[in-house]
């Protein structure tokens, strides 16, 4: 079983920036964050495994980036810096992460691909 418990969500003006947290209770090795903004469906945002290269949406390269602190093989936390805010970014962001047994496919911004959520930590961004 892991937890997730996010942070660092909060009200920023267009061009502002945010960085969100996410503490790590648990074995994991891939992890995302994924966003969802009233209305819409869940969309993953950036993902990463604990020995490969980040992935992330279209609509956030080159402005957000995901990173982990990690001890030997283990995941202990999850960041996602967040730059050159829009409007558009204003959602609630969650923390997900995935059962190291599963075996197959991983699509790395796709809902399932995960088995663990947080609770989300909400993100406006004001004009």
């Known amino acids: 079983q892991v937890q997730l418990v996010e942070s660092g969500g909060g009200t920023v003006q267009t061009g502002g920036s945010l960085r969100l947290s996410c503490s790590v209770s648990g074995y994991t090795l891939r992890m995302a964050w994924f966003r969802q903004a009233p209305g819409k469906e869940r969309e993953g945002v950036a993902s990463?495994?604990?020995?490969?290269?980040?992935?992330?949406?279209d609509s956030v390269k080159g402005r957000f980036t995901i990173s982990i602190d990690n001890t030997v093989n283990t995941v202990n936390s999850l960041h996602l810096q967040m730059d050159e805010l829009t409007p558009e970014d204003s959602a609630m962001y969650y923390c997900?992460?995935?059962?190291?047994?599963?075996?197959?496919?991983?699509?790395?911004?796709?809902?399932?691909?995960?088995?663990?959520w947080g609770q989300g930590t909400q993100v406006t961004v004001s004009l």
């Open positions: 997900a992460a995935r059962n190291p047994a599963r075996a197959g496919l991983v699509l790395g911004l796709s809902r399932d691909a995960y088995d663990y």
């Open positions: 990463l495994f604990i020995h490969g290269e980040p992935q992330y949406a």
